[in-house]
């Protein structure tokens, strides 16, 4: 005695066809997974038509920037600052907002408390 699965609306075929598609689906998937992924022919290379960055001027207003929400005398811990290159840092970009943003990026006034007064 077989077991039949009821489904108001859905025919007996839709739902056949649903589950064999479904099943197909998830094997697939575990097919792809189941491979390394690999970004690009040659990821340990960097490609010869990227861009290069032959020098890295750090301006009064980079730092200012770089420092911004953090009042002098800097603390020590600031002093990577000075070997920072011209690669993506996010220490010196404005994060999350709200009780989060203890620099004040999000909030000029509180940001730069000396261009207040």
């Known amino acids: 005695?077989?077991?039949?699965?009821?489904?108001?609306?859905?025919?007996?075929?839709?739902?056949?066809?649903?589950?064999?598609?479904?099943?197909?689906?998830?094997?697939?998937?575990?097919a792809a997974l189941a491979e390394p992924f690999v970004g690009g022919t040659t990821p340990s290379q960097r490609p010869a038509t990227a861009p290069v960055i032959a020098k890295f001027e750090k301006s009064d207003a980079w730092r200012a920037t770089a420092t911004t929400?953090?009042?002098q005398p800097f603390p020590a811990s600031l002093r990577f600052l000075d070997d920072q290159g011209g690669w993506f840092n996010p220490f010196i970009r404005p994060g999350m907002t709200g009780p989060?943003?203890?620099?004040?990026?999000?909030?000029?006034?509180?940001?730069?408390p000396s261009r207040s007064k």
């Open 1 to 30: 005695m077989g077991m039949r699965m009821r489904m108001p609306g859905v025919s007996a075929e839709c739902a056949f066809v649903s589950m064999v598609c479904l099943s197909a689906s998830f094997s697939l998937c575990g």
């Open 69 to 71: 929400g953090v009042s």
């Open 100 to 112: 989060y943003d203890i620099r004040g990026w999000h909030n000029a006034a509180q940001a730069n």
